[in-house]
């Protein structure tokens, strides 16, 4: 565990952000595709900021920034996803 431990806020944050992936995604298929390219831009915007405010985020998702740069999140946002509500659930359970 980390010296510093990510707040549940920043870890909801994240979460919110990485749904933008998905409604990005339905947007796209939907023939909005500006607003698919929008959506990604806000949510990697956001999710940058939060892996420079709190490094610690990467110990959940070490290839975050890799993921980030070469634009992996459009297809796999699922699976970060799943790290941060797993660490939400186990803070809010008293286990972290």
Do not use: C
Request: proline share 6%; no cysteine.
């Amino acid at each position: 565990m980390s010296k510093n431990p990510i707040p549940v806020e920043v870890l909801e944050q994240v979460s919110r952000l990485l749904h933008l992936y998905g409604v990005a995604n339905d947007a796209f298929d939907h023939g909005s595709v500006d607003e698919a390219a929008q959506l990604r831009q806000r949510a990697t915007r956001g999710i940058r900021a939060a892996l420079a405010e709190h490094p610690s985020l990467l110990e959940l998702a070490p290839r975050l920034p890799e993921m980030l740069d070469r634009g992996l999140l459009t297809y796999s946002w699922p699976t970060v996803l799943e790290a941060m509500e797993q660490a939400i659930a186990d803070r809010t359970s008293g286990g972290g």
